[in-house]
């Protein structure tokens, strides 16, 4: 449980292991806020997620420890989770903080040309970059605006191809045609 002056626990999933036969999976990852114990419940939110699990142990550096915080690069051992409930792109958090999303409103700063950007346009596929998830969308712009160009930003609305966590104010980079492209910022969660 997060004491009342800290943000609930966030981990995004930047790798998963399965050190044991049966059902105990380890999600590792660079815990973003809050603070996890042995015996919480977290959830798995993200691509497929919406499961619970009771974490049954922590390891860092491969010692065995009993709580990690923020800042801390972690292993959570999870119990009684199916082998393919927990992947990279996801994240573990206290039940009911954050929720998937496909859909979000953002301003985007684009990068130059030279360093691998182009115009930016509405129906443009990009491949999209939260936390440790990577996952195609399609841009819109608004009305009247006809591109991004490089060097520039704008205000876009992003629809995905499958659902990730995502909160208002959470950065992200995006990639074009194989290529670094730019970053921004969630502005808004659409319904």
Same mark, same amino acid.
């Given at each position: 449980?997060?004491?009342?002056?800290?943000?609930?626990?966030?981990? *995004?999933?930047?790798?998963?292991?399965? *050190?044991?036969?049966?059902?105990?999976?380890?999600?590792?990852?660079?815990?973003?806020?809050?603070?996890?114990?042995?015996? %919480?419940?977290?959830?798995?939110?993200?691509? %497929?997620?919406?499961?619970?699990?009771?974490?049954?142990?922590?390891?860092?550096? $491969?010692? $065995?420890?009993?709580?990690?915080?923020?800042?801390?690069?972690?292993?959570?051992?999870?119990?009684?989770?199916?082998?393919?409930?927990?992947?990279?792109?996801?994240?573990?958090?206290?039940?009911?903080?954050?929720?998937?999303?496909?859909?979000?409103?953002?301003?985007?700063?684009?990068?130059?040309?030279?360093?691998?950007?182009?115009?930016?346009?509405?129906?443009? $596929?990009?491949?999209?970059?939260?936390?440790?998830?990577?996952?195609?969308?399609?841009?819109?712009?608004?009305?009247?605006?006809?591109?991004?160009?490089?060097?520039?930003?704008?205000?876009?609305?992003?629809?995905?191809?499958?659902?990730?966590?995502?909160?208002?104010?959470?950065?992200?980079?995006?990639?074009?045609?194989?290529?670094?492209?730019?970053?921004?910022?969630?502005?808004?969660?659409?319904?």
């Amino acid at each position: 449980m997060a004491h009342a002056s800290e943000k609930p626990f966030l981990m *995004p999933v930047s790798d998963v292991f399965r *050190p044991q036969q049966g059902r105990v999976v380890m999600a590792v990852g660079l815990i973003e806020r809050g603070r996890v114990r042995q015996g %919480d419940v977290v959830e798995i939110v993200g691509p %497929d997620g919406g499961a619970t699990a009771v974490v049954a142990d922590i390891e860092q550096s $491969r010692t $065995r420890i009993g709580e990690a915080s923020a800042e801390m690069n972690v292993g959570l051992f999870l119990q009684d989770v199916a082998a393919d409930a927990v992947g990279r792109g996801q994240v573990l958090a206290m039940p009911g903080s954050i929720g998937a999303q496909v859909a979000f409103s953002a301003d985007i700063t684009l990068l130059s040309e030279e360093q691998g950007s182009g115009d930016v346009g509405s129906g443009d $596929r990009l491949l999209f970059y939260p936390r440790t998830a990577a996952v195609w969308g399609t841009v819109t712009l608004p009305e009247g605006a006809d591109v991004v160009r490089p060097l520039h930003g704008g205000e876009v609305t992003v629809v995905l191809d499958e659902a990730v966590a995502l909160e208002e104010g959470q950065t992200f980079a995006f990639r074009r045609k194989g290529r670094a492209a730019g970053s921004g910022t969630v502005t808004q969660l659409l319904r």
